[in-house]
C-alpha cells in the first residue's frame, strides 16, 4: 500500500487526479513551505534557509512533477508569506525547476545519481536568482546571493540525501 500511493505520485497524471493526490500534493508543498519559514534574513532581500531539504526529500522519493509542484508553490508561498513578494513569481519558476530536475534525474537507491540530481537542481536554482537578483537588485547583490544559495544547496543535500533513503526504506 504504501509503495502504491509512492509509485502513483511519481507517474501523476494531471488528467486523473485523486483527492487523495491532491492531498499528498499539498502536504508537500506545506513541507516546502514550513521549511522556508526557517530561515535568516540575508543582504539585499535575501535569505537563507532549509526549503532545499524539503524540496529535494520530495523530488528524490516522489519524483519530478511533486518536486516541481511543492518546490515552486510552497517556496513561492512563503515569499509571500514572508514579505519578500517581488520574489515570488521567480521563486515559483526557480523552484518549480529545480524539484522538477532533480525529480527527473534522481534514481532510487543510487546515490550517484541522486548527488548528479542535486549538483543540476541547486546550479538551476544558484543561476536563476543570480539573474534575477541582478535584473531586480544589482549585479553586485549577486555575489551574497551565490554564496547563500550554495549554502542552502549543500545543506539541503547533506540533509536530504540520508533522510530520503531513510524514507525510501520505510515506504518499502
Do not use: C
Given at each position: 500500500?504504501?509503495?502504491?500511493?509512492?509509485?502513483?505520485?511519481?507517474?501523476?497524471?494531471?488528467?486523473?487526479?485523486?483527492?487523495?493526490?491532491?492531498?499528498?500534493?499539498?502536504?508537500?508543498?506545506?513541507?516546502?513551505?514550513?521549511?522556508?519559514?526557517?530561515?535568516?534574513?540575508?543582504?539585499?532581500?535575501?535569505?537563507?534557509?532549509?526549503?532545499?531539504?524539503?524540496?529535494?526529500?520530495?523530488?528524490?522519493?516522489?519524483?519530478?512533477?511533486?518536486?516541481?509542484?511543492?518546490?515552486?508553490?510552497?517556496?513561492?508561498?512563503?515569499?509571500?508569506?514572508?514579505?519578500?513578494?517581488?520574489?515570488?513569481?521567480?521563486?515559483?519558476?526557480?523552484?518549480?525547476l529545480e524539484g522538477f530536475f532533480v525529480g527527473k534525474i534522481a534514481k532510487e537507491g543510487d546515490l550517484k545519481s541522486n548527488i548528479l540530481a542535486i549538483i543540476v537542481g541547486g546550479n538551476i536554482m544558484v543561476i536563476g536568482y543570480a539573474?534575477?537578483?541582478?535584473?531586480?537588485?544589482?549585479?553586485?547583490?549577486?555575489?551574497?546571493?551565490?554564496?547563500?544559495?550554495?549554502?542552502?544547496?549543500?545543506?539541503?543535500?547533506?540533509?536530504?540525501?540520508?533522510?530520503?533513503?531513510?524514507?525510501?526504506?520505510?515506504?518499502?
Amino acid at each position: 500500500m504504501r509503495g502504491d500511493i509512492k509509485n502513483q505520485i511519481r507517474n501523476l497524471s494531471f488528467n486523473n487526479l485523486t483527492t487523495r493526490l491532491i492531498s499528498f500534493l499539498a502536504m508537500f508543498t506545506a513541507f516546502v513551505a514550513v521549511g522556508t519559514y526557517l530561515h535568516i534574513p540575508g543582504p539585499s532581500s535575501s535569505y537563507f534557509n532549509l526549503g532545499e531539504v524539503a524540496i529535494y526529500i520530495v523530488a528524490l522519493i516522489f519524483g519530478s512533477k511533486a518536486g516541481g509542484i511543492a518546490g515552486g508553490v510552497g517556496s513561492a508561498l512563503m515569499d509571500i508569506f514572508l514579505g519578500y513578494s517581488l520574489w515570488a513569481p521567480f521563486t515559483l519558476i526557480i523552484k518549480g525547476l529545480e524539484g522538477f530536475f532533480v525529480g527527473k534525474i534522481a534514481k532510487e537507491g543510487d546515490l550517484k545519481s541522486n548527488i548528479l540530481a542535486i549538483i543540476v537542481g541547486g546550479n538551476i536554482m544558484v543561476i536563476g536568482y543570480a539573474i534575477a537578483k541582478g535584473f531586480l537588485i544589482s549585479w553586485p547583490a549577486v555575489i551574497p546571493e551565490i554564496g547563500i544559495d550554495y549554502a542552502q544547496m549543500i545543506i539541503g543535500a547533506l540533509v536530504a540525501l540520508p533522510l530520503s533513503r531513510q524514507i525510501n526504506n520505510l515506504l518499502k
